[in-house]
């Protein structure tokens, strides 16, 4: 799950190929994430997990590594 | 007592927290007109001093022309200084509806409703015009304000990387079964100076039958053969649904903007955008003003010719001095360093040598892309941009930074 996370996100975010991303790296606080691309997470999630993580679990404190997410994401 | 001690250390460790991240910001105080040489004071207190400007939005020299002066003047006589109250009580002057239909004719659309400011602008229409039922599609790097704007609303959101049609085209096919979807990006960005690809926006937008928005501050007046904005440069003139602008950049810089498009869109807009029912009328003093400017521009393109020139000038001056230069075609030319430190230094080296530009770090830009951006107006005379280039080599030198890659950049020690 985590390496598909990771996957996901370096297609998904970012923008620059030479920056690297690991479980811990912080991504929604280190500004690679933005609060408006979540609901792209979330749908990802779902599609590929089939596990709806309702909105308000998905913050900046509780979601910003994939070793964070991977956490919520089983607790569904 | 209203303000309790404990209430005023908060705010206090809240701004020390500020101050010891190195994101305070301290103003700048001018004692000039708005121009190409300005005197400033920084910090305050000291003593002032004539700068050649680089940060302004003053694109086309109007803010300071002797004509804008002159209309505002007679615009005060004309219909005097406020109209202390809301459109639709008894603040619409004839010159108000004046502007709205010259806005329209300038910008090729259906109809325009005026704003005390673009960032009000944005923070009507989404949330006036989009319910439920509808996607809103954003550039990832759109201006703060659009951003506020579509917090307000209750549509669901997503978003695309920079201009990455391919990307944009996934999140079209991903949400295509959402009843309203509009597609949202700035014309010019504001920290990179790159022009959207509005044609491909379009192309899709059409394909997927998405609404299209486009924030043109930083473009309307200039961009495009007649100055029509972002929108004209990419032949889409007709085609974009709402245009989201500014009178405070180009347009003689006071204040005010408008949204223009479709005339049902206005329309709702006028019934319902709470910026525009709630807040105070455009001053006549800036209506008539930019009806003047608007006049101008459509009766000569002298003034975006001459910026053109003189920003395609000092881009190809600073590439070849070997700096990295992002790639565009607009008068906003951010000159890239990547390292925030080195960024910050180099401005202040700047400044001791009279040249005013301000460096851009995360979080205003993404991390490892600070940048100082620079701004050429058509008020700059080849004298001081020439004046302007040789202080970039100068202080580029000293640090040993022209034809240095970006890793390299990165891993200087400042
Ligand atoms: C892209 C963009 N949109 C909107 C605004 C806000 O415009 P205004 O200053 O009219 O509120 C700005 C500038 O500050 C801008 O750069």
């Known amino acids: 799950m985590e390496e598909k996370l990771l996957d996901f996100i370096r297609d998904e975010f970012l ?16 500004g690679i994430i933005d609060s408006f691309s979540l609901v792209s997470l979330q749908s990802y999630i779902e599609r590929e997990f089939g596990k709806r993580i309702p909105a308000p679990r998905i913050t900046a404190e509780s979601f910003d590594t994939v070793r964070q997410m991977v956490q919520i994401i089983q607790q569904f | 007592m209203a303000f309790p001690e404990v209430l005023r250390r908060k705010y206090q460790d809240i701004l020390q927290q500020i101050r010891q991240s190195g994101l305070h910001k301290q103003e700048r105080i001018i004692h000039d007109k708005q121009g190409a040489r300005i005197a400033v004071e920084y910090p305050f207190g ?85 319910d439920e039922s509808a996607i809103m599609i954003s550039d990832r790097l759109v201006h703060a304000s659009i951003i506020d704007g579509m917090r307000l609303s209750r549509a669901a959101h997503d978003t695309y990387k920079h201009s990455d049609m391919q990307h944009l085209r996934q999140k079209l096919e991903l949400h295509k079964d959402k009843e309203t979807k509009i597609i949202i990006t700035d014309g010019v960005f504001s920290m ?45 003139m007709g085609k974009i649904d709402l245009i989201s602008t500014t009178f405070g950049k180009a347009l003689g810089g006071a204040s005010g903007g408008c949204i223009s498009g479709r005339k049902e869109l206005i329309d709702l807009l006028r019934q319902r955008a709470r910026p525009y029912l709630f807040s105070n009328t455009l ?50 030319v951010p000159v890239m360093l990547y390292n925030a430190k080195l960024t910050q230094l180099f401005a202040d ?38 004046f302007a280039r040789d202080a970039f080599i100068e202080v580029a030198q000293k640090h040993d930074i022209l034809g240095k890659t970006k890793a390299e950049l990165l891993n200087m020690q400042v």
């Open chain 1, 15 to 30: 923008e620059d190929p030479e920056l690297e991303i690991d479980a811990d790296t912080r991504l929604i606080s280190a």
């Open chain 2, 46 to 130: 000291s003593a002032g001093k004539e700068l050649i400007n680089m940060c302004s939005n003053n694109y086309l020299g109007l803010s300071s022309h002797p004509q804008v002066i002159k209309a505002a003047h007679q615009a005060l006589d004309h219909r005097g200084y406020g109209l202390s109250s809301v459109r639709f009580i008894c603040g619409t002057q004839d010159i108000h509806k004046e502007l709205e239909s010259h806005l329209s004719d300038f910008l090729g659309t259906e109809d325009s409703i005026l704003f005390s400011s673009c960032f009000d602008a944005n923070a009507a229409v989404f949330e006036t015009l989009l």
């Open chain 2, 192 to 236: 990179d100076g790159d022009i959207a690809p509005l044609a491909e926006i379009v192309e899709l937008a059409e394909e997927y039958q998405a609404l299209v928005f486009v924030d043109d501050s930083h473009a309307t007046g200039f961009i495009g053969a007649k100055g029509r904005g972002s929108h004209e440069h990419c032949q889409v």
């Open chain 2, 283 to 332: 001053a006549p003093i800036i209506t008539m003003t930019t009806l003047k400017v608007l006049d101008i521009l459509a009766g000569s393109t002298q003034a975006r010719d001459s910026l053109e020139r003189k920003a395609a000038w000092w881009r190809q001056a600073l590439i070849q001095a070997g700096f990295i230069v992002v790639a565009g075609e607009s008068p906003i």
């Open chain 2, 349 to 386: 080296e700047l400044y001791k040598k009279k040249v005013f530009a301000v460096g851009f770090f995360f979080p205003v830009v993404p991390q490892a892309q600070a940048r100082i951006r620079t701004q050429v107006s058509a008020a700059h005379s080849e004298e001081d941009l020439l």
